[in-house]
DNA sequence: AATAATTCTTGAACGCCGTTCATTTTCGCC
DNA sequence: GGCGAAAATGAACGGCGTTCAAGAATTATT
């Protein structure tokens, strides 16, 4: 039986992707230490280079799992396919500020992670964040039938971009930052906004 | 004389800035090392810590001079006092992603560093930010006159970080972020459709 | 069942990091 | 010129991610 290896490599490294999880949950990203993964693991320091590239791996896996929660927040929170479109996109803006709040530390690991200078997150990753651009295109191009696919996948990008920049300026407490008890109303008039543009702005313009 | 004394610290702080603000530029926030940034400077690793608390610090007063740097660009684009409140934003915007792109890792910079955990950003850091939103009041202003002084602020945070979510997402390269070549027409259609969508706001709307 | 081969586990050790400190040197003042 | 204070110096410290040689465990072979 090879199962046995296989069955405790799985272990180990879910293990440790718990472990790292519950790190980051309780202390931050730029609090995550490889002995104190380990030690909650209940595994040796050397072992998670065997069950891991490095540290970065790790909370690679992580970042999928929370996006995988945050990809399922988002399509649950979508209304019925009667919805208006700026109905649907308040929606799922709303679900981004809320799973963001309630997952603070691991949200942002999400954006505050960087591989090490020229290494780049593995494909199966990059894939994992598709989601968040995916939900938004269906209002969008309700919104804007007259853009082609691209320009669709383009402007998808800046909606979400936009939302996510205030929600990360919000949260990191930065001085130009929204307080808190203010984000929500925000977000919600900057999608009106933008939405109200969209039906109105004309197929020749900017962009 | 004790002018010596003062004037041997105030150059060697310049030299730490000017060496640290150097090794950002070429290696990223990242890859600012205290052994680099002092032989750079021309002095001991330790001297380091005798003119500033500590790296953190040298890391703000970089972040200070780029801010500067950036309130100037803003403020130096700003067109004549008989331009279109759109006009205004969309300069102020196409300001701030040049800007970005031309200084990329000074800028990311400012946005990358957080202090050591619960230490705060002093005060003199902080009031530096202030000139990105200030630009933003009075074109936000003429297009929302409706709005209080209060609501006009938390207004122009949120405009300020839609477009810095935008360029973030971008210069950070991420997987769904834009590509730079699609940054400045999509910045320029996320503020048109920010300006408009604010032109037609209702003064009952959420937020 | 016994043995060989492969893989995993372990924690000490390595190299790099920011920071501190005892020591030496320089400076401001009498 | 000499004295107290401030600054300069680089070795040393503690913490970090990562590696490695040695031993334990699992699989494969006979």
Redesign the interface.
């Known amino acids: 039986m090879e199962n046995k290896r296989e069955k405790k490599r799985a272990d180990l490294r879910n293990r440790l992707i718990d472990a790292a999880e519950d790190q980051i949950t309780q202390?931050?990203i730029?609090?995550l230490k490889a002995r104190a993964v380990t030690q909650q693991a209940g595994c040796a320091l050397g072992a998670l280079y065997n069950a891991f590239e490095d540290l970065d791996m790790l909370v690679m896996h992580v970042n999928s799992r929370t996006l995988q929660k945050l990809g399922a927040a988002l399509t649950g929170a979508l209304p019925g396919t009667d919805a208006q479109p700026e109905e649907v996109m308040q929606a799922l803006a709303s679900a981004y500020v809320d799973f963001a709040c309630a997952n603070q530390r691991l949200w942002i690991a999400l954006?505050?992670h960087?591989m090490a200078?020229g290494r780049e997150?593995p494909d199966w990753h990059?894939q994992d964040?598709?989601v968040?651009?995916k939900v938004i295109i269906a209002p969008l191009k309700d919104l804007r039938p007259d853009l082609d696919e691209a320009t669709l996948i383009?402007?998808a990008?800046?909606t979400?971009?936009?939302?996510?920049?205030?929600v990360?300026?919000?949260l990191?407490g930065?001085?130009?930052?929204?307080p808190m008890e203010?984000l929500k109303?925000?977000?919600?008039?900057?999608v009106?906004?933008?939405?109200?543009?969209?039906h109105?702005?004309i197929p020749g313009?900017?962009?």
Do not use: C, N, P, Y
């Not at 979400?160 to 205030?166: E, K, L, Q, S, T």
């Open positions: 202390h931050g730029e609090g954006f505050d960087r200078q997150a990059k964040h598709a968040l651009i383009l402007r990008r800046t979400f971009a936009a939302v996510h920049g205030v990360l300026l919000a990191q930065r001085f130009v930052g929204l203010a109303s925000e977000v919600s008039a900057l009106s906004a933008m939405t109200r543009g969209a109105l702005a313009e900017t962009g």
